[in-house]
């Protein structure tokens, strides 16, 4: 090393290279001689870890040190970090060491046009986790491999935020069953190709969590595991710049603390906890309960509330740069130990954000909040010029990572669009999200939608939807007036969106009960514990029974199941839906939103009529997305011509295949 680059204050990081291999050079031998069975005895395994290790430490070094250099004590972190590394790897069931050679082998998998989702509640769907065992195919019939289970860890009873305050990440809710079974289903799961997806709740505990419990105990080493104020001037201080989550439950993101005496920094309810991620020992806590759920079989985490985990006085503690170097320092560790576990981001922030959580070196996947805002947006105006905006200026990842395309889940509705976007295309932002409020509780006249308000916050106006896929597309209004014409104008709302979401690039991922039709359930209003969140209208209770009804083609449920089917057979037959290579065009008319797909030798054009009546596509427009003689339509098989005006009847999409050899197959 140069003598004068070393010393403080120099910008240059070039030390940090050197620092991390001496660290290295330190550590390791000491962990490799003091392992009752000799690391090195197991001499091809340890030497795979030993490359991974060599591979990511320094990166892994420069996020710790970024966070943690400043501490006296922060080759302790690293021997920490290093111990549990190791720890974890060693504990690692050998069909997971198995799946992580496979996964490095073929390490995009999840960008296949064959990976598809669904996300339910444990509880809500098959009562336990043996009932959930028994359904597997039905996720085989509906042709979904990705299983995201929310959360199901030990929870307080009564209020838990729907299982997101957790009490005990290495222990399942005994209601729902236990941590042996559900290692048991990821291994079941797997063996039928299906990938097991669970939340990472780490911005915070539940109070009841044995953290907690020893910081209300007043134990000093765990009162340092949150973020807990005597003085109520520094609590207003950062209060200044905070937004509340939850305005109707609570105002403000501290709660007072009778057994500390102290208010405890709570982002979302009061009985969950925010962890202090400035303490090194939270980090490392937080890192083994990460690893220790990536054994259990668990191939995607979803990182929950990943805005909020660093803080800072004077900001709005929301996306600050420190909560992108904990979540790339917990990739960097995954790398190494468990190579195949992903990472999905749930940032439902400005999109200028969402977007910065997504790298193959920190979240390789991300929900799509923008996307889901726009469809619904455009369902309401009819006009897809935000639609389009968006995915010509703000759909693009880097390469390696995906989108995950949702179009309900288990929370609200925001309206996160950026408002610039809004103003440059001559829309009022605030104004036009006081119109979809309006709109998607069905205060609008004219309004088919049945949404329930969500968190209105009278200071700010602003306000959220909750309500199901079918009701706020028109269903619940349309069953009500037994109306046929309106059940199918739903249906077709439906399935457009259905196209967008399966094809538009990044993996779809189903609410459970959106494949049959599910409608809002009212029963929420009847329970003490679920009033005052309406998000409760949106998640309820699987009927078997109507499910039952899946063989009764004449029932509605019956037709959304099969063509949600239809749509992710459609899509695994679809070499040009693997993800990567989405390019809007210029469809000339407002109501159609048009896109090309093209991948490994096919190419797609798919339009969708986001109105209820006939829309056309000039021929010059066709001609222009490269329209061809022998181009044809997927779903109805039927030939375009070149040359010719397109019409599209209400709500229609089309899958046109313009490859140069109509080489995709034909539904069956
Ligand atoms: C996430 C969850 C939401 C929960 C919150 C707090 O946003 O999706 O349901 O309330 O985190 O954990």
Redo the contacts with the bound molecule.
Sequence with gaps: MDLELKGIGMDSYEWREEAAQNSLNRLLPRFENSHETPLADIPIQWDDFKRRLNREWERLFICLHELYGWQYDFFYTLEQVLGLLIDSWLDRPEAMHLLDKQREADPFWYLSEDVAGIVLYVDLFSNNLAGLRKHIPYFEKLGVNYLHLMPLFSVPHGEN??G??VSDYRSVNPDLGTMDELAGLAVELRERGISLVLDF?F??TSDEHKWAQKAKSGDPEYMNYYLTFKNRIVVDQYQENLRDIFPTIRKGSFTWNNDLQRWVWTT?NSY?WDLNYSNPAVFCAMAEEMLFLANQGVEVLRL??VAFIWKRLGTDCENLPEAHTIIQAFNAMARITAPSLLFKS?A?VHPDEIIKYVHPEECQLSYNPLLMALLWEALATREVKMLEHAMIHREYLPAGCAWVNYLR???DIGWTFDDEDARHLGIDPQAHRKFLNDFYTGKHPGSFARGVPFQFNPDTGDLRISGTLSSLAGLEDAIEKKDNDMIELAVRRINMLRSIQVSVGGIPLLYAGDEYGVLNDYTFLSDPIKVSDS?WVHRSKKQWEAAEDLTDTDTLEWRFFHEMAKFFKLRRQSPALRNGGMTVIDTGNPHLFGYLRESQGQRLLIINNFSEFDQVIKAGRLLAAGVTQDAHEIFTQSAIHARKDLVLDGYRYMWIDTSDKNSAPSPS
């Design positions: 935020d729907g997101y305050a709740v911005n915070h979302f969950q929950d509330a749930e439902i889940c288990h929370d998000r």
